[in-house]
């Protein structure tokens, strides 16, 4: 079966400590993307990146950090200068490229709360 | 940036049709897209239409275009509870390297 996985779902944290996020795609997508999700709100694009090794910061960077050491794999680190940690954050994956129609597939979502 | 804005809510009787709304800005845009995310879930993917398409089929949804007005339908034949959830419409562009700007999105209850 095809498709993205996140994990833990739910993950809870101490005011400041960094936490990691995983996501794992089996797609075969080139491009990959994190957003944060707020109660109430649309989707906001924190990072994503197009290729192996290469990302570029979306609308809400700050405090976030991630990695793309392999194809399948888009780590995001929240760290403990991120001023409201508190989301539910969402990773997606698409093609890219001219026949790309660049839709995007979700996985299930990393509800994080820290106290 | 460009903006994708959407009705905030929307209560529909089960068995009627829905039909949800969508304004953009990006005269560039190339694909549009309908996602439903149900609570506590990611996004589904429902749909999407290339901006030179005028509308697509695709069972019970059916997606409206106007290129001029820049404005997007989702409508939803015979409304299930099912089909109770948020609903998100997205556009990407030709400068847009993938990135998709995505609506505030839709909240459609569906009453017996």
């Known amino acids: 079966d095809g498709g993205i996985t996140q994990s833990p779902k739910y993950l809870f944290r101490k005011e400041g400590q960094n936490v990691t996020l995983s996501c794992e795609q089996n797609?075969?997508?080139?491009?990959m993307y994190w957003y944060r999700q707020d109660p109430g709100q649309g989707l906001r694009l924190i990072y994503y990146?197009?290729?192996?090794?290469?990302?570029q910061k979306g609308d809400i960077a700050e405090g976030y950090s991630v990695s793309r050491e392999k194809k399948e794999s888009f780590p995001l680190t929240v760290t403990s200068a991120q001023k409201n940690p508190t989301a539910f954050y969402l990773c997606?994956?698409?093609?890219?490229?001219?026949?790309?129609?660049?839709?995007?597939?979700f996985g299930p979502g990393t509800r994080l709360t820290v106290t | 940036g460009e903006d994708v804005e959407q009705s905030l809510f929307l209560s529909v009787r089960e068995g009627d049709s829905s039909v949800i709304n969508c304004t953009y800005t990006?005269?560039?845009?190339?694909?549009l897209y309908w996602y439903k995310q149900e609570p506590g879930a990611g996004l589904q993917l429902l749909t999407y239409?290339?901006?030179?398409?005028d509308m697509k089929q695709d069972q019970r949804l059916t997606v409206l275009l106007n290129k001029k007005d820049k404005h997007l339908s989702l409508r939803i034949a015979d409304t299930q509870t099912g089909d109770s959830a948020i609903y998100f419409c997205?556009?990407?562009?030709?400068?847009?390297?993938?990135?998709?700007?995505f609506g505030a999105g839709t909240q459609v209850v569906v009453t017996p």
């Open positions: 239409i290339f901006s030179n398409m």
């Open positions: 997205a556009e990407s562009s030709t400068d847009s390297w993938g990135k998709l700007q």
């Open positions: 797609l075969n997508h080139d491009a």
């Open positions: 997606a994956s698409s093609t890219l490229g001219q026949l790309s129609s660049y839709e995007q597939y």
């Open positions: 990146s197009q290729i192996v090794n290469d990302f």
């Open positions: 990006d005269s560039s845009s190339t694909y």
